[in-house]
């Protein structure tokens, strides 16, 4: 059975070439598109989408409305918007989005984003007697937690690093020894998922953490873990940022 999507950007160019990329997709379909944050709550109300793909800067009702106004049993609302600073980030995710993509973006990297929590949603129960939480949101509490300690650390959402970095944590989570293989088995495994090679995985992630540093966050890292652990002179390696991050989440329940 299709996924439904719901499309509510007033920019009929993206909107027209995202109801062509959904045409040929069989695990999608577009059910409605809406030009202002009226026309998408009437829309969702109608239609019960699965999911919803909406702007922030829309007529009558942006972004940030469209979500205070959605009822508890909302769609999976990803974000779309130029306005990809950590505060608009923040915000966002505060207001109860799923997920950021900055302006412009790769379709294929939307596709790949839906297709994540919808194995997520489709996932079976655990069986019982096992008293924890279903996969699907044990895996969207954990991306948040990521995105959220992303935001303070000073990783925009909108480079390549930040869904390389947070892919590696997630299997890092899943499987700590991983982080003793990083360029064999690490890098590897995030190539596969996102289409690339190895190098341009590490490369990105080095990247994300050398902004990170560079805006000056250092403290904000240190506070978040509880003690001094960096200067702004001892910046990280990819496998140490990774396996710091992953020892939290695991610490925390994750």
């Not at 239609?47 to 009702?61: A, G, R």
């Not at 942006?62 to 049993?73: C, E, M, P, W």
């Not at 008293?131 to 935001?151: G, M, W």
């Not at 390549?160 to 020894?177: H, M, N, S």
Request: proline share 6%; no cysteine; aromatic share 8%.
């Amino acid at each position: 059975m299709k996924k439904s999507i719901i499309i509510a950007d007033d920019n009929a160019g993206l909107v027209a070439g995202l109801k062509e990329f959904f045409e040929d997709k069989s695990d999608y379909e577009v059910v409605a598109v809406a030009e202002n944050g009226t026309q998408a709550l009437i829309a969702v109300e109608r239609f019960d989408p699965d999911f919803l793909l909406l702007d922030i800067v829309m007529p009558e009702l942006d972004g940030f409305g469209v979500l205070s106004a959605l009822r508890s049993a909302r769609p999976a609302v990803i974000m779309m918007s130029q306005l990809n600073t950590d505060a608009f980030v923040q915000k966002a995710l505060r207001y109860g989005a799923k997920y950021f993509l900055a302006k412009p973006f790769n379709f294929d990297v939307l596709l790949k984003t839906l297709d994540e929590f919808s194995e997520e949603n489709d996932a079976p129960p655990l069986p019982p007697p096992q008293p924890v939480r279903p996969a699907a949101r044990r895996n969207r509490s954990l991306d948040e937690k990521i995105a959220n300690l992303f935001i303070s650390v000073g990783i925009p959402a909108h480079i390549k690093g930040y869904q390389f970095l947070r892919e590696a944590i997630k299997i890092t989570v899943d499987d700590p020894e991983i982080i003793n293989s990083i360029t064999k088995r690490l890098y590897p495994s995030i190539a596969a998922v996102f289409n690339t090679t190895p190098s341009k995985v590490e490369r990105a992630i080095r990247h994300a953490i050398e902004v990170a540093w560079n805006r000056g966050k250092i403290e904000n890292i240190n506070n978040i873990f509880g003690m001094k652990i960096y200067s702004a002179n001892e910046k990280p390696t990819n496998g140490e940022f990774i396996a710091l991050v992953a020892d939290k989440m695991l610490l925390e329940g994750a």
